[in-house]
């Protein structure tokens, strides 16, 4: 951490509104400037961060840089390279009965702003947002989860010899320090983690009409149509599941499938786990651990509903549980109760694509859904027919590293979305201008 003492959280915000009231942050070159600086941070001290996540989640080296590391990098690249041109003012037309006359908007920055991130993708989830607050030129106090805290530290540590001090913050701790932190009057509230969390973030910035980014999570839905090929399926859905040892807010949560294809998918998944992880995943450099063990009693709770498939094992003292397909699920079984959040992969049965759609109406809307199939009906149905903040064909996860596709849920599973341009739009006012000749 810093050297000096932390300073009071009113202190600290009074001190960046200084700044941004200088008019510093406004400049492209400015903007551009702290992004290729965190680029810098994240390039020249990659391995320092892979290690923090090492430590907290077991991550491996090469999941550290895909999922998050390089993830923010390309995110950066992106921003770098079209903001100029997100900025330009956009001309609207005006009705004729206001001619001449030209209006067209343009994004003011909000001011000060603050990310709260969870500990799931630590590095990821703090720093994506923290780029879309700096392209749009605000000032941004970032507060990283208690729960990793090694790359809370590293993260608190590095931020200030990369970015401008007096525009960007880092302040660690847990609940009572977040409350703090949100008794302030913020511009903007971006916060990612559960929805009970979520509740208190959008109640505390109601006091101030702050407005909110809540990126919250839920159980993502998986349908797998008849007649896919099982084998390609298995290894798409292992592959985004047990990244991360499950903890991602977008992984699978859930297969909705008929009796016969959830034989034969068991069998296909059985493979696919050991291709990734070999026959014991315990010995897998590849494969994560659970962050804690409140959160591994929880999952080990959940291990008893259905049929077990595959895993099953876990060991305490490790925080290890194995990749775990479970079949033959109940729809009211405890494992169907609330989002999974590890690496336990319910097969549940429904008789087919009507009765995938009431079950997944029947309850909040997932952060997203997907859906393995060849058919164009099944594909137009689940748009049309269902509500989700992402519709992913064919690769679960994947959609949130296209840059040009809003990230964010709907419903339970959050509200308002970044990336890209979208973390512009979510850091900035759309300001309209009217111009009209005096003459
Ligand atoms: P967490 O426990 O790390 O909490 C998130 C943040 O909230 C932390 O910074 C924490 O300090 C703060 N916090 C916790 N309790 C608080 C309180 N009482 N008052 C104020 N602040 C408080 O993370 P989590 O919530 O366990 O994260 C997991 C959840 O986040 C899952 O539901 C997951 O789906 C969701 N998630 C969503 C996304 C997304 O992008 N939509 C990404 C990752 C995780």
Redesign the pocket.
Known sequence: MSDQPAPQPADLVARLRATFATGRTKPLAWRTGQLEALRRLLTERGEELAAALHADLGKSRQEAYRTEIDFTVREIDHTLEHLAGWLQPQPVPVPERLSPAAAHTVQDPLGVVLV??????PVQ?LLAPVVGALAAGNCVVA??????PATSRAVAGLLPRYLDRDAVAVVE???AE??DL?AQRFDHVF?????K?GR??MRAAAEHLTPVTL????KSPVFVDRGTDLDVVAARLAAAKFMNAGQ???APDYVLTDPATARELESALVRAVAALYGEDAALSPQYGRIVNERHFDRLTGLLGSGRTVTGGAHDRAARYIAPTVLAEVAAGSPVMSE?I?GPILPLVEVAGLDEAIAFIRDRDKP?ALYAFTESDTTRERLTRETSSGALAFGLPVAHLTVSDLP???VGE??MGSYHGRYSLEAFSHRKAVLDKPLA
């Open positions: 709260i991130a969870p500990w799931n993708y989830l507060k990283p989860s208690e729960l990793a701790g847990a609940v977040t409350t949100l916060y990612t983690g559960n929805g969390v208190i973030v990126e919250l999570g839920g991602t807010c977008v989002e959040f952060l990230f964010g849920g599973s959050g």
